[in-house]
C-alpha cells in the first residue's frame, strides 16, 4: 500500500533556518531602505531599556525608524567595510554597533532630533543587576508604611524585622543599597517596596550620519 503524502516528514531544522535567513533578509532590505528614505541616522545607546516607554517613543517618532537589537545583520546591511558600504561612509555606523545600540533613522533636523532625546528621561524601579545611584539607609524602629501581612516577606529579603503590637518593626538600622552596588534581586525587590526609582531610561544619542556627508 503506497505511503499517504500526508504521513511525508518535513525537517523542522531546515524549516528553521530558512524562516530565519528570510527574517534576516528582510531586516537589511528594510534597512537599506531606511538608508534610501531618511536623510540621518542617528546611533544611541539604550539605558535601563523599558518596552512601554520605547513604544512611547517609537509612536512620537512615528515619521521615522527605530532598529535596536540584530546588530551583526544590521551592521552587514549598512556595510562592515568601506567597500561592502550601502552608501558613503556608512561602514563606520556599523563599527559602532557593538553592544547595547540602537538606529534611528529620520529626516528630522539634527538638533531638533538632540534637544528631544536630550530632554528624554523616564523614572523607573530599578532591576536585578542594575546600578544603585544613591545609599539608601533604614533607621531602627517602626516602618508604619509597611502592613503587617508583608512583615514575612521583608524578612526574607533581608531585613531584620519583627511585629510590635501589630506593626512592622526594624530591630536595627540597615543599609539597603550603597551608591555604587550592583543590586541584588532582593535590594531591587526592597527598593521598590520603598518606592525608590533609581533607575531613569535614557537614550543617549553617540553619533550621527547624514547622506550629504
Known amino acids: 500500500m503506497p505511503k499517504s ?3 511525508k516528514k518535513i525537517s523542522l531544522t531546515k524549516v528553521e533556518k530558512k524562516v530565519g535567513l528570510e527574517t534576516k533578509q528582510k531586516l537589511v532590505e528594510n534597512v537599506r531602505n531606511s ?3 531618511y536623510s540621518r541616522i542617528f546611533v544611541f545607546k539604550p539605558e535601563n531599556m523599558r518596552n512601554n516607554t520605547l513604544k512611547e517613543v517609537r509612536e512620537h517618532w512615528n515619521h521615522s525608524k527605530i532598529f535596536i537589537g ?3 545583520v544590521i551592521a552587514k546591511a549598512l556595510g562592515c567595510t568601506e567597500e ?14 557593538r553592544g547595547e545600540r540602537g538606529l534611528l533613522f529620520t529626516n528630522e533636523k539634527t538638533d531638533d532630533v538632540l534637544e528631544y532625546f536630550e530632554n528624554l528621561s523616564t523614572p523607573d524601579y530599578a532591576r536585578t543587576g542594575g546600578q544603585c545611584v544613591e545609599t539608601v539607609v533604614l533607621p531602627e524602629g517602626p516602618l508604619p508604611e509597611f ?3 508583608i512583615e514575612p516577606q521583608l524578612r526574607n529579603l ?3 524585622t519583627s511585629l510590635k503590637k501589630g506593626v512592622v518593626t526594624l530591630l536595627k538600622e540597615h543599609i539597603v543599597c ?9 535590594q531591587a525587590r526592597i527598593l521598590k517596596l520603598l ?6 531610561f535614557r537614550l543617549r544619542m553617540l553619533a550621527v550620519w547624514s547622506n550629504d556627508g
Do not use: C, I, M
Not at 561592502?84 to 554597533?97: A, C, F, G, I, T
Not at 518606592?195 to 531613569?200: D, L, M, P, S
Open 5 to 7: 503524502k500526508r504521513d
Open 35 to 37: 538608508v534610501d528614505t
Open 70 to 72: 540584530k546588530n551583526r
Open 84 to 97: 561592502e558600504e550601502y552608501n558613503e561612509n556608512l561602514h563606520k555606523v556599523s563599527v559602532l554597533l
Open 147 to 149: 502592613s503587617h501581612a
Open 158 to 160: 533581608g531585613l531584620p
Open 178 to 186: 550603597s551608591a555604587g552596588d550592583t543590586l541584588t534581586s532582593e
Open 195 to 200: 518606592g525608590k526609582q533609581q533607575a531613569e
